[in-house]
């Protein structure tokens, strides 16, 4: 069965920086792109960053040139590198396959005060 566990949230100031990571069980990590959705409070969940199983990478505009998403492919571990954080970062951040296959994982929160 795979399993994600995520770590690495908190809060932070407006400008800081958060490194989060995701260690991932199972084939999943090897035969999959995986990502980094995000779920604000009343919102949709959203990708934010992906990642293929070669290394190709897409961002979502909002957070080109701030986060970089990254995979260690001998850990099966991707990480998100979160800097300039701002207050509409504001969210429980949570890694799966893309597209999203996995149950829902218990996702880190990350809260950037203004």
């Known amino acids: 069965q795979v399993q994600l566990v995520e770590s690495g949230g908190g809060l932070v100031q407006a400008g800081g920086s958060l490194r989060l990571s995701c260690a991932a069980s199972?084939?999943?990590?090897?035969?999959?792109?995986m990502g980094w959705y995000r779920q604000a409070p009343g919102k949709q969940r959203e990708l934010v960053a992906g990642i293929t199983s070669g290394g190709g990478t897409m961002y979502v505009d909002s957070v080109k040139g701030r986060f970089t998403i990254s995979r260690d492919n001998a850990k099966n571990t991707v990480y998100l590198q979160m800097n300039s954080l701002k207050p509409e970062d504001t969210a429980v951040y949570y890694c799966?396959?893309?597209?999203?296959?996995?149950?829902r994982s218990q996702g880190t929160q990350v809260t950037v005060s203004s």
């Open positions: 199972g084939r999943i990590f090897s035969i999959n792109a």
């Open positions: 799966n396959a893309v597209p999203w296959v996995v149950p």
